[in-house]
């Protein structure tokens, strides 16, 4: 299958992780293209990992070769609330409405579309609150649910299974999730419960009970790290893949994303301030601003247009606007994965990412 070409590389810094097509971000696709894009528009950006959700219920497989696909049942970018569940199926929102979707009816999806990647059944939480009986049942039926995806998966089937690891703030489980899942022929792992996390430093304490007990030479998936700072501490804790949910709810806000990473970085000095990670495109200042996002971007937005315009565009409304800052943020994302894995080859990360925390501030 085409997942068996991950491979870890030798880098110079210990306890750090760099794979064959790792590390980097996967698309985010909603009902077969990523948000405010069409087509013409996608095929500017790098080709990677897409990720679609049975959520959406397609009819079909994107004919799509350029990228290897992701299936999952629900997009995490999206508001969701947790109904109950039972043994034998996952109701998952639709469209249509609340849908019950057995372990039978997902694998029939898988087996028919053949996607690279598929990521188990699992179940899911609203928050870390939940009942601490609550959490271990969670646990259990995602287990059971991983075992019924596996024999359901047809034997010539070239899909990879990742498994999906939970037990939200309770170590012990999470430790058991990950150990159980580990003992299961897959290929990679999902966290996909980070977003409950109270805080980054407990979101972080998750990762790492987590992947203690994982394999080293299997991808790990991170949904919903929400920011370049979180990425970079969950790249040194160990995860190689990441969802492309934050550039995408940047752009939904009008934020132009504007940062870079390592050798890509204006090379530091005593004086220089610590910067915003984004051009809110919603304010004024940009008015009369003939200037482009970033001279050095290669995007659409960048090369064609003014910060001016893109704030005329914010002002009127104009479905252009989310299209040029949705194509840059993306630009900018793949361009900050690509100098991190740069990085790692050289042996600085860990200075690098020091600098970065140093140069950038959150809002």
Known sequence: MALCQFQLCKIPEVGLRLGVLTLSATQLERRGLVPHLTPDNEERLTSGILAVFAEHLMRQMLNNRTNWTLLDIRDPALPHVAAPHANKFYRTETLGGIRQLSPAKYMGMVNQCQPEIFVAMAEDLNGPDEAE???????????????????????????????????????????????????????????????????????????????????????????????????????????????????????????????????????????????????????????????????????????????????????????????????????????????????????DFTKEAAEFERRYTLP
């Open 133 to 347: 009986a609550r959490i271990k049942k969670s646990v259990v039926h995602s287990l059971a649910w991983l075992d019924e995806c596996l024999r359901l998966r047809q034997p010539a089937s070239t899909s990879a299974a990742f498994a999906n690891l939970n037990g939200s703030r309770l170590t012990d489980l999470r430790v058991q999730s990950a150990t159980e899942s580990a003992r299961r022929p897959v290929d990679g792992f999902v966290l996909n419960d980070l977003y409950h996390a109270p805080s980054a430093e407990v979101q972080l304490d998750w990762i790492t009970a987590s992947l203690a007990p994982l394999p080293a030479a299997k991808p790990r998936l991170a949904y919903r790290i929400e920011d370049p700072h979180q990425i970079l501490r969950a790249v040194a804790r160990g995860v190689d893949l990441f969802d492309a949910s934050y550039p995408l709810a940047q752009a939904d806000r009008g934020h132009a994303l504007d940062f870079t990473f390592g050798s890509e970085a204006t090379p530091p000095s005593a004086t220089a301030q610590v910067t915003s990670l984004h051009h809110d495109m919603n304010d004024p200042i940009y008015k009369s601003d003939l200037t482009p996002l970033d001279a050095a971007c290669p995007c659409l937005a960048c090369t064609r247009y003014t910060r001016a315009y893109l704030y005329h565009l914010h002002m009127t409304k104009e479905m252009l606007a989310r299209v040029l800052v949705t194509l840059h943020n993306l630009t900018v994302f793949d361009r900050f994965f690509a100098a991190i894995r740069a990085s790692l080859h050289r042996g």
